[in-house]
């Protein structure tokens, strides 16, 4: 907002920036330094959907999702998030897609239940829990998230539960931060 109470906004992005107040001039920058890791990212999926390939969940479009196939008792994306170097990891941002919502016959939407994890070792043989939303209540269908730095080669998100009556689909994954 500027001195006249106007909003301004001198370009759009989908990069994280600063909340209002934190920088005293945001109009000069107010781009938080984070990059997008998981763009065009090959993913390994657990399974898909026909036509629900794993890497729609990082095309960054929002026309396309990746859906685990319906026999999947534990559905699963890991992302690679270099070419086997470490990136510094601050922020992840995922949209849901609630695919069979039918408000009109009590198919309502509701919270997704998750574990991000991220891989510490180049072999992806170790990994750590980053966002816990096992327990997860609010309904999010763009669920962003900063949390403190860590190291890491790859992330992998665990999908626990769904609203009933919805097959949980992924229309976009996305870890923030920096690569060497």
């Known amino acids: 907002v500027d001195e006249d109470g106007e909003l301004y906004c001198p370009a759009t992005t989908e990069t994280p920036q600063f909340a209002p107040g934190v920088l005293a001039h945001p109009e000069k920058g107010n781009d938080a330094g984070l990059l997008p890791l998981t763009f065009m990212m090959r993913p390994e999926v657990t399974s898909a959907a026909p036509?629900?390939?794993?890497?729609?969940?990082?095309?960054?479009?929002v026309l396309t999702w990746w859906q685990p196939a319906d026999h999947d008792p534990a559905p699963a994306i890991t992302v690679p998030l270099s070419d086997g170097l470490p990136c510094t990891v601050s922020a992840m941002r995922l949209l849901w897609r609630d695919i069979g919502m039918d408000c009109e016959n009590g198919i309502d939407p509701g919270p997704f239940r998750y574990v991000l994890e991220y891989a510490d070792t180049k072999?992806?043989?170790?990994?750590?829990?980053?966002?816990?939303?096992?327990?997860?209540?609010?309904?999010?269908?763009?669920?962003?998230?900063?949390?403190?730095?860590?190291?890491a080669y790859a992330i992998r998100l665990r999908i626990l539960g769904s609203p009933k009556g919805i097959t949980p689909g992924l229309t976009s994954l996305t870890v923030f931060g920096l690569c060497e």
């Open 51 to 61: 036509g629900r390939d794993g890497l729609y969940a990082v095309d960054d479009s």
């Open 123 to 151: 072999k992806l043989d170790s990994w750590r829990i980053l966002v816990d939303a096992s327990e997860n209540t609010e309904d999010l269908c763009i669920d962003y998230r900063q949390f403190d730095s860590v190291s």
